[in-house]
C-alpha cells in the first residue's frame, strides 16, 4: 500500500512538473517578455531542470516498481498477482518510453538547439539563417514533449 502511493505522488510530480514547466511557465514568458531571446534562455533552463526531474522521477518510479514486484511474491503468485504483473508491466513500459522521451530531447535534440542559439548571436535564432532548421527541431522536440504529457497523465490515471 505505501509502494503504491509513492508511486502515485512520483506519478503525479512527475506530470505535474512536466505541465506546469511546458504548458504554463514557457508560453508565459513568450507571452510576458519583449525580449525573445531572453525568454528562449530562461525557457531552455526551465526545460533543463525539467530533464533532470524527469530522469529522477523514471529512476524512483522503476525502484519502486521494482520493489513492488519483490514484495508481492515475483513470478510464483496466484492469478491476482498475474493480474498485478500485467499492471506493473504496463507501468514499466509507460516510464520506459517516458524516460526515454526525455533522454532523446535532452541529449539529442536540445544540445543541436543550444549550438543554433549559441551560432545565432544577439539576434537570436529566429532573426539567422538557421531559422528554419531551429523550427524542425523545436517541431519534433515538442511532439516529443506532448507524448510525454500525454504519457504522464496515463501514468498517474494507471496508478
Known sequence: MLLARTRLLVATLWAGSLWAVGYLAAPTLFATLSDRVLA?????SLFTNQAW?????????????????TSTGGIFAGPAANMAAKARRTLLIIVLVMLACTLVSHFGLQPMMASLRAAAGPGGVMEGAARNEFGIL??????????????????????
Open 53 to 69: 526531474l524527469s530522469i529522477a522521477c523514471a529512476l524512483v518510479m522503476l525502484a519502486l516498481l521494482w520493489a513492488t514486484q
Open 40 to 44: 528562449g534562455s530562461i525557457a531552455a
Open 138 to 159: 523545436h517541431g519534433i522536440s515538442s511532439t516529443i514533449y506532448l507524448v510525454q504529457s500525454l504519457l504522464a497523465a496515463w501514468l498517474v490515471v494507471k496508478q
